[in-house]
């Protein structure tokens, strides 16, 4: 049971029940730090995340939508207001398209947000489906993917996005054509929307050849990436015309330390949390890299994760990460 002060989710026990209040985050996070969510809830329904959403904008609380965490910071402070988890089963549907039909024939498969990522490209794989081969190796939800646009050398998820069903904060809900996401590299522009579905458009091709182009793409990732430590991806973007984990790897980086926070010596954009680590010996790293990037190349690093609660450190520019708050 929640309190009842300053509880902007009181009077309805349904919304109660899918609420908990101080939720540490760094348990829901692929870095494996950061402090507690001051709410978070695990929504039943669509109708019970309309009501979480109009409810935050009446209290002028910030609303985030956590995935995986695959691709964020969160501050050993955590953050105010409501995080919200779609990982019920209403919000991980996959609908796939007739077993049977024409090799090249164009199909569409329906994810919803809180789908697992890894799970709907191997299935697709196992269905004969291309597309999704591409997404090898990038852990998170598809509601993350979409937001991040996530991707690599292989392709991106914009690639086969026809469209994306998402809920503005009053509760309404709407479809977004691919032409009008905004779309571009690690970025959309859907703005202050939750995602609820993509619609994908994918093609009917040889189960056995799109196995060996994800295994392809899975080995180069294997072979060049730290996946087997709690990391957040890379952490900035490419800049134009330059690798960003090339730079640092020049700046002679590879393996420097704060505190538990490490940058990986199998790739110089990915920097590692270790035992005792902390977001700030992260945050304070990353301005280390940034500073010495820009004084050995005169080239400003952008971050490519999300920063929830962090105070800006070292040059590491601060989002809020949160919707509602504008
Ligand atoms: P989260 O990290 O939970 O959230 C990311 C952002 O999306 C946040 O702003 C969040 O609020 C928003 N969001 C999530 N769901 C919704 C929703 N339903 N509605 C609205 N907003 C939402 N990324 C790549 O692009 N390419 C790679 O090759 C790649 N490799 C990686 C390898 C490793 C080992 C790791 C740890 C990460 C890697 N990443 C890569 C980063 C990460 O996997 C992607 O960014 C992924 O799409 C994040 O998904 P998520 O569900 O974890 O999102
Ligand atoms: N390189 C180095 N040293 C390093 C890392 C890379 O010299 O420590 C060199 C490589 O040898 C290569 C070049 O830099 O010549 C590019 O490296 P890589 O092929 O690994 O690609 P990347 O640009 O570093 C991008 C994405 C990855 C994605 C891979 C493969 C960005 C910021 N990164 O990496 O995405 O997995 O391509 O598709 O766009 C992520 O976004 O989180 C992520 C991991």
Not at 26 to 51: C, K, N, S, V, Y
Not at 133 to 161: H, K, L, Y
Not at 209 to 234: D, F, I
Not at 261 to 277: D, P, Q, S, T
């Amino acid at each position: 049971m929640t309190e009842r002060c300053d509880n902007p989710f009181a009077g309805d026990p349904a919304l109660e029940a899918v609420l908990s209040q101080h939720e540490p985050l760094a348990a829901h996070t692929w870095f494996g730090l950061g402090g507690p969510a001051r709410w978070m809830a695990r929504p039943q329904d669509i109708e019970q995340l309309a009501e979480l959403t109009r409810r935050c904008v009446r209290a002028g609380l910030p609303l985030r939508v956590l995935g995986q965490g695959a691709n964020l910071l969160v501050g050993d402070d955590g953050v105010d207001g409501l995080v919200v988890r779609l990982d019920r089963p209403v919000f991980k549907r996959i609908e796939w398209p007739a077993p049977e039909g024409p090799q090249g024939e164009e199909v569409t498969v329906r994810a919803a947000a809180g789908a697992d990522l890894g799970r709907l490209t191997l299935e697709a794989v196992r269905r004969g489906l291309a597309g999704l081969e591409c997404m090898a190796g990038i852990p998170g939800t598809v509601g993350g993917a979409v937001r991040m646009n996530a991707g690599g050398r292989f392709g991106q998820i914009s690639d086969v996005i026809r469209s994306v069903r998402v809920m503005h904060r009053d509760g309404r809900q709407g479809v977004v054509p691919r032409e009008e996401a905004g779309f571009a590299y690690r970025r959309s522009g859907l703005g202050d929307v939750l995602i609820l579905e993509a619609e994908l458009a994918l093609r009917r091709d040889d189960p056995r050849r799109l196995h060996e182009r994800y295994r392809a793409v899975w080995e180069v990732k294997r072979r060049t990436q730290p996946l087997r430590e709690n990391s957040a991806g890379c952490v900035f973007k490419n800049p134009p015309g330059h690798s960003a984990g090339a730079l640092i790897d020049r700046a002679g980086l590879k393996g420097r330390k704060v505190g538990g926070a490490c940058v990986a010596r199998e790739h110089a954009n990915f920097i590692v949390a270790r035992e005792g680590a902390t977001a700030s010996d992260v945050l304070e790293l990353i301005g280390q890299i940034r500073d010495e990037v820009s004084d050995r190349f005169g080239v400003d690093l952008e971050l490519e994760i999300e920063l929830w609660g962090c105070r800006s450190s070292g040059g590491a520019r601060a989002g809020t990460g949160a919707v509602g708050t504008a």
